[in-house]
Nanobody, 121 residues
Framework: QVQLVESGGGLVQPGGSLRLSCAAS????????MGWYRQAPGKQRDLVAT???????NYADSVKGRFTISRDNAKNTVYLQMNSLKPDDTAVYYC???????????????WGQGTQVTVSS
């Protein structure tokens, strides 16, 4: 119904930057919220940032001032600009969307397959 495909992960040195992208496709009626979560080895999946269709953003305290989430509603795409990266940012980053598929009467949660971000010297 709704597919999310991430791109942009990789290996970066501490202090460096990366930009993640996530495009939603399929039979989409509407997308309310989109965002990013991350999961480090042995830890739970945690919120990084979310953004509503109106542009309201929410960030985890650990990334405030370093990460910026943005969204292109026309392209059903969400971005995460990550600056001043730290080793603690190392994790698999998952794209998230709260969306209503064309064949559905309700909003559901959708997840991407994840993209690895490694911050290491």
């Amino acid at each position: 119904q709704v597919q999310l495909v991430e791109s942009g992960g990789g290996l970066v040195q501490p202090g460096g930057s990366l930009r993640l992208s996530c495009a939603a496709s399929g039979s989409i009626f509407s997308i309310s919220a989109m965002g990013w979560y991350r999961q480090a080895p042995g830890k739970q999946r945690d919120l990084v940032a979310t953004i509503t269709s109106g542009g309201t953003t929410n960030y985890a305290d650990s990334v405030k001032g370093r990460f910026t989430i943005s969204r292109d509603n026309a392209k059903n795409t969400v971005y995460l600009q990550m600056n001043s990266l730290k080793p603690d940012d190392t994790a698999v980053y998952y794209c998230y969307a709260r969306a209503r598929a064309s064949v559905s009467y309700s909003n559901d949660d959708y997840w991407g397959q994840g993209t690895q971000v490694t911050v290491s010297s």
